[in-house]
Each structure stands twice: as C-alpha cells, then as structure tokens.
C-alpha cells in the first residue's frame, strides 16, 4: 500500500509556472513507477508524464511536451511536476499514480486525492 499526497497546486496566470509535488508514505517508493495525470470538469482522465522507478525513463502527453517536467528524488519519496509556459488549457485537478508496470495504457492502482491547478488571467 502506498500513500501518496499531493501539493503545489494553485492560480496562476498564461504563461507562469507552477511545481507540483507529491510525497508518497509507505514502503520502497524506489520500486514503483510514478505518474501525472489530469483531469478538468467533463473530460476524461488523461495522462500527463510517467517517469520509471528510476528515473531513468520519463515520457510525456503531446499537449506538454517541452513544458513540464517529471522528476523524482527516491531518497525523499518524492516525484515533482514542473510545469512552465502555463495554458488555460491545462486548467484541471493533478493527480499523483504510483503502480509497478511502465506501459503508458496501464494505469497503476495508487492515487493521491488531487490538487487544483487553475490557469487564468
């Protein structure tokens, strides 16, 4: 069982940037592959960046490639989002997933609750 709670999240103006983290409680963090998903009011939950249990391996949406970037530091069982050039389009609730497999259709069976990310002037 892995617990994972997630912060960072706020209003930001078209083209800030915000850092998203996500500490996970629970045992051997360095095994799992960790990822980003997001998802706005009436839209299907979509993922944003995977990053291997390493962090050896990351992978990206279309919609924030050159934007956002995953990264991890097992020693604080912590993964980050960082996330500039901010759209309203990427207004949505983010979610921090914790799971054992790196395929990117597999979506792995922890979840944090969420935390708001609103881009608007």
């Known amino acids: 069982q892995v617990h994972l709670v997630e912060s960072g999240g706020g209003l930001v103006q078209p083209g800030g940037s915000l850092r998203l983290s996500c500490v996970a409680a629970g045992p051997t963090f360095s095994n799992y592959v960790m990822s980003w998903y997001r998802q706005a009011p009436g839209k299907e939950r979509e993922l944003v960046a995977r990053?291997?249990?390493?962090?050896?391996?990351?992978d990206y949406a279309d919609s924030v490639k050159g934007r956002f970037t995953v990264s991890r530091d097992n020693a604080k069982n912590t993964v980050y989002l960082q996330m500039n050039s901010l759209k309203p389009e990427d207004t949505a609730a983010y979610l921090c997933?914790?799971?054992?497999?790196?395929?990117?259709?597999?979506?792995?069976?922890?979840w944090g609750q969420g935390t708001q990310v609103t881009v608007s002037s």
């Open positions: 990053i291997s249990s390493a962090g050896t391996s990351t």
């Open positions: 997933n914790a799971g054992r497999f790196y395929q990117l259709d597999i979506r792995g069976p922890y």
